[in-house]
């Protein structure tokens, strides 16, 4: 694992766009060489998609050649509900960006027959070589994507019921009203984020402290399912410093120390 | 896009086949992107203007029974796109039954295109109005309604196909079923050029009246212990959840700017922004015609010749715009609706005009920050572009 700690919200989201950015570039994609990358939802990764938009009108990054799998959808909503993540991810970035239509793809979650939609997806992730970076943020409880505490470790594409604790904090974009919240969820599993080539875990703010502390000073353990990711071969987690609250100074110092950008060939 | 009132953002306009279109959907179902793209600099994009009283423009008299009715429609349809005007009703002001007899059937109603801006009914202001309040129509082609009311009406006029809005006087006798059955017929009835005090006018609105006749003009001054047709803006006895709606001529010279404040502030919903336009419009000073009489024009103002009655503005839309919005110091969004939705709430026709909403008809303006039109578009087709912005 790389631990990439950075001062704020501001520098992490750039920290990130830029990886992300210089990993496409580096791999020359081209007609017949796509790259894939997996893409989250939610507040933490809206600075991130920010400076890849920017790139991109900057004209140093393009997407034609890029095909996406989102984590996730809500099970029922319509898809062009301001809520879903399909509204999330046109507002947010596909309408800025040059990518095809056809190769941002995005789980239905008004599908007639879902476990077939999650089938299908994990088939379209196959036939597309797999994926080079999964880019994901972590829960307060510690999930990724919708695989919440007590989640196999090595899932797969499936629907989900909701916990509460998620249906509560959602709420607020419901109108307050718990009875027009969605209470299911098509995700990807834990095992199908971890056949990516490279996962990039994206966690800011100190309300995410806790659950970063137990997914990396802590054991492997499906109560706390990005912890999983402790068995992956090519992880980085990328901060802010209020998110690194809960960890041993030790471990905090350890990291900061490390210089990654040689590394990394900024 | 979806519900009116909305605030000026950053986006883009989609527009396939004459209409806006939903970029959204268009990706996720039909997995397609834009086939042209144009940069309109950061320009605002709002819904093309629709004026609702225009009595002519440029040497032209819609209440002239002239020969040739249909290209005098043409040309001024054709020279208002400059002023931001996607949508127009001609008006005719009082005339004899003769003459709507012979123009009426002249003016259907038209979409717009690069040919000039669509027209969408004619206004017959006229001539069943109070003979105190005519202000400039001619005394002799006054009428009132006979026992056949809507008989009567209808001889007058003729047949009411290109009809879209009356104006009326409401104390009239028999106006009650004159109103019923036009508002029954989809025509929107207006209250105006009336001494009608507020119970009068209130009864008129059940009876179906939607609209006033520019606001303050040709009407009782509001008084404090009847405020008059004027009152209705804030009347607690009309229909449930109906929007009575009002013109105004926002030139500077009709309105004081205090009354327009004091209009707007008690029911800025209302508002509609008219230009009541003349003949002399885009033309200059000097003397024109004006249905059966003459007037005279200094700058900015028309009078009746040789009288200090106002007999119409002179100021284009695009004018009335920026003034209004100037002085009331409302939001550009508040004086862009007053130019374009609310007219289209008026005639019911919110869902494909006055609106940028997806599926409406592409009809819009790009304008500076300071509302000047920099170019017009019907149906997502360039009709108008000024001079600065052409290559």
Redesign the interface.
């Known amino acids: 694992m790389r631990l990439v700690i950075l001062d704020n919200y501001d520098l992490a989201s750039e920290w990130a766009a830029k990886y992300i950015c210089n990993r496409i570039i580096q791999f020359k994609p081209g007609q017949d060489r796509y790259f894939t990358l997996g893409l989250p939802t939610g507040s933490t990764p809206l600075g991130c998609y920010k400076k890849l938009i920017e790139y991109h009108k900057n004209g140093h990054l393009s997407f034609k050649y890029v095909k996406t799998f989102n984590m996730d959808e809500y099970v029922g909503l319509p898809?062009?509900h301001p809520e879903s993540y399909?509204?999330y991810m046109?507002?947010n970035f596909?309408?800025h960006i040059?990518i095809?239509?056809?190769n941002?793809h995005?789980l239905d979650g008004n599908a007639a027959d879902l476990q077939a939609e999650c089938d299908a997806f994990e088939k379209k992730i196959k036939e597309a070589g797999g994926i080079d970076l999964f880019v994901g943020g972590i829960g307060p409880d510690g999930h990724i994507a919708f695989n919440e505490p007590g989640s196999s470790l090595v899932s797969r594409t499936r629907l989900k019921t909701l916990a509460m604790d998620t249906i509560l904090a959602n709420a607020k974009y419901f109108d307050g009203d718990l009875s027009k919240v969605p209470t299911m969820a098509l995700t990807v599993g834990v095992g199908t984020v971890m056949d990516a080539r490279e996962v990039m875990i994206l966690i800011t703010g100190a309300h995410k402290a806790f659950a970063l502390y137990k997914a990396i000073e802590e054991g492997v353990n499906h109560m706390w399912t990005v912890s999983a990711f402790q068995q992956h071969p090519r992880t980085i987690f990328v901060c802010d410093e209020d998110a690194t609250l809960e960890l041993r100074v030790k471990t905090v110092k350890y990291f900061k120390g490390k210089n990654f950008i040689e590394e990394l060939n900024f | 896009m979806r519900a009116p009132s909305l605030s000026v953002r950053r986006e883009d306009l989609w527009v396939r086949g004459g209409r806006i279109l939903d970029p959204e959907k268009l990706f996720f179902e039909e997995r397609r992107v834009a086939d042209e793209r144009r940069d309109c600099g950061g320009r605002i994009l709002a819904p093309g203007f629709i004026d609702v009283q225009i009595n002519g423009g440029f040497g032209v008299d819609f209440s002239q029974a002239t020969e040739d009715v249909g290209s005098g429609v043409a040309l001024v349809a054709r020279r208002i796109l400059s002023h931001g005007v996607t949508s127009f009703c001609p008006t005719l002001v009082t005339s004899p039954p003769e003459v709507y007899h012979k123009v009426v059937p002249q003016i259907p109603v038209k979409s717009g295109g690069p040919h000039g801006a669509g027209v969408l009914g004619l206004h017959l202001e006229g001539p069943f109005i109070s003979r105190e309040k005519r202000g400039a129509h001619p005394e002799a082609h006054l009428r009132s309604f006979e026992a056949n009311a809507f008989q009567d009406l209808l001889a007058t006029y003729g047949p009411l196909d290109n009809v879209r809005i009356v104006t009326l006087a409401p104390e009239l006798g028999h106006s009650h079923e004159v109103i019923r059955e036009l508002t029954t017929r989809g025509i929107c009835v207006s209250l105006g050029h009336s001494v009608a005090d507020l119970r009068a006018a209130e009864d008129a609105v059940w009876s179906g009246a939607t609209f006033i006749t520019h606001l303050f003009n040709a009407m009782l001054p509001f008084h404090h212990r009847d405020p008059g047709i004027v009152g209705l803006l804030t009347s607690d006895r009309l229909p449930a959840g109906r929007c009575i709606f009002y013109g105004m001529i926002a030139d500077g010279t009709h309105t004081n700017p205090a009354a327009l404040r004091i209009a707007h502030r008690a029911h800025p919903q209302g508002l509609v922004l008219v230009t009541d336009a003349i003949p002399a419009l885009g033309l200059g000073n000097g003397r024109h015609t004006l249905g059966q009489q003459e007037v005279e024009v200094d700058g900015l103002t028309a009078y009746v010749a040789g009288t200090k009655t106002l007999s119409g503005s002179i100021a284009p839309m695009d004018v009335c715009v920026r003034h209004f919005l100037q002085a009331t110091g409302c939001s550009v969004e508040s004086a862009l609706e007053a130019a374009s939705l609310h007219p289209a709430q008026l005639l019911g026709l919110e869902k494909s005009k006055g609106t940028l909403d997806f599926g409406a008809d592409a009809d819009f303006v790009v304008l500076d920050d300071s509302l000047h039109v920099q170019a017009t578009y019907i149906s997502g087709e360039l009709v108008w572009q000024a001079e600065a912005a052409r290559q």
């Open positions: 898809r062009n399909h509204s046109w507002n596909f309408k040059d095809d239509p056809n941002a995005i």
